[in-house]
């Protein structure tokens, strides 16, 4: 019977359809396994069902000779070695699309909750100290009628860009070419990465993790930008340079970030952490139950095509199927 490792729990009954057919371990624990764990879990299957968190590099891949799939359970797929799993005739696999729209909903939350100062807000009460109204209390940014830029407006950058219409704003957006699509849905405005910087009250990171955009937003950028601004990430963590973030917000070069994702994650930068004005979540942009099922759906989908020898849906190295 052909092995099976999965990293990690999930809501749904979808894992448990799999075991039917194959012989599944799952990682019984709360977390996620460790380094060793995962190389000890991994050794021998023919699927593995990831998370971003996973690492699945050369070693792994060359602990699992009989490794036909490799089905990540997210978007991005930075945490897998792409150009040796296709060497080695691996297909990898994503779950795109499904998380879209929770993920726009947890960039909006971040942008309110920035904005608007929520978190401080709840402290301020909880805390005791709501005494006595005052007009100065807790004042923040408006949202309606502000420019939103979104940089990446790809799925969820556009889902991003549609929320917008109802508040009013105008959106611009930054990507290496124009999304004519995107645009006629969600009335966005191309323009280059200095116009991005300059003219945006909210920036909405939601592009995928390059050689291109590491390290995209540094102390220069922050410069650039607008001193009552407010920068989101729910794209991924390296995007933006932490200790540089923290130094502008300290600085009061931007007003306010929200950041699901971090440079080195679980670590946060320890000056990011001091900062009153910086909201952290811990990437959790997919994080309902209805969209984890969704996912897990569709990456236990993607292991049983590819282990009755169909090809995935998903597919991120196609060109795998040339060398298989
Ligand atoms: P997508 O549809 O592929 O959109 C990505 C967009 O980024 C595209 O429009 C792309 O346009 C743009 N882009 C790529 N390189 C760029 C660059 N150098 N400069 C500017 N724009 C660039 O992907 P998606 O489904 O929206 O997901 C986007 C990312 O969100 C994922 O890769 C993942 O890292 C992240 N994500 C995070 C969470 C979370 O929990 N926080 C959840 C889901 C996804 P061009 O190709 O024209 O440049």
Redesign the pocket.
Known sequence: MKKIFVTSQYPGESVKHLSQKYDVSVYPKATLPTREEFLENAKGCSGLITT?ADVVDKKVIDLCPELQIVSNS???Y?NVDIPYATKKGILVTNT??V??E??AD?AWALMFSVARRIVQADGYVREGNFTCWHPSLLLGMNIHGSTLGV?????????VANRAQGFNMRVIY??????EK?ESETGGQYVD?ETLLKESDFIVI?????D??RG?FGYEEFRKMKPTSIIV????GPIIKERELAEALKEGEIWGAGL??FEDEPKVDSELLLAPNALLTP?????SIETREKMIDMAVTSVELALGGEVPKHLVNPEVLDSN
Do not use: C, M, W
């Open positions: 971003v997210a978007v991005g930075e795109p699309n998380l879209t929770t993920t947890l940089y990446g407006l790809g799925r969820i950058g556009t889902a930054q990507n290496r070419s124009r999304n995107a990465f939601t592009a995928p993790l390059t291109d955009t995209k990430n729910v794209g991924r699901d994702v990437h959790i942009g997919s994080a």
